[in-house]
């Protein structure tokens, strides 16, 4: 169980940062700004918190499942690994953060729902039957994370399930905040600590 809750864990502290397509073109503003997860390529974050980690948007895309991705680098101490997320119609989705996944897609963030709504994801991880349910809890916050204000913040709870032995076993929830033309700004995990952006440039 243990092993499932650090995977978990490892899933929320990525999965917070998905792509968007760019047309600067077509609209003055550039799309950076429009976005709650903008992921231009070369912009970085840095979070503190027990286990402070640093994202990079690559200049990469992949086809997966008919659909364009952006390539994302995460850095925790030594390690390092990629993931692939995509937003379409309002919903920021990511690929290959979960071990065991596979190309299972989970959208971690929906901008054109009411408050309140949750969706659903079902998959098999590490053999364990697993459910993530994400609620979108508030919209159009203001919240001050390391000194600075940042507004026009969403608010998004994970909850977590899996099944062992035929039983269905609560995961630790999670609440993550996304700041509109920034990105997560703070991220809390039951048991695990809170991890609030330090710094940031969005190219």
Not at 57 to 79: D, P
Not at 85 to 96: H, P, W
């Amino acid at each position: 169980m243990n092993k499932i809750k650090l995977t978990l864990l490892w899933c929320l502290l990525i999965s917070t940062f998905v792509s968007c397509s760019k047309n600067e073109k077509d609209d003055p503003t550039p799309q950076a700004a429009l976005d709650y997860l903008p992921t231009t390529a070369g912009s970085t974050w840095n979070y503190g918190g027990p286990q402070p980690y640093s994202v990079t948007a690559l200049s990469t895309t992949k086809e997966i499942n008919g659909k364009t991705f952006r390539e994302m680098e995460t850095k925790q101490g030594t390690t390092i690994t990629k993931a692939y997320f995509s937003k379409q119609g309002g919903e920021y989705t990511a690929i290959s953060f979960v071990p065991g996944a596979g190309t299972t897609e989970i959208t971690m963030f929906k901008e054109n729902v009411a408050v309140g709504t949750s969706w659903e994801h079902n998959f098999v991880q590490d053999g364990v039957n697993t459910t993530y349910k994400p609620k979108l809890v508030a919209i159009g916050l203001t919240k001050t994370v390391s000194g600075k204000e940042y507004k026009e913040v969403a608010q998004i709870e994970m909850e977590s399930t899996f099944e062992m032995f035929g039983f269905e076993v609560p995961g630790p929830t999670a609440n993550y905040f996304l700041a509109k033309g920034v990105g997560v700004i703070f991220s809390e995990i039951d048991g695990y600590g809170e991890y609030p952006l330090l710094n940031y440039t969005i190219k």
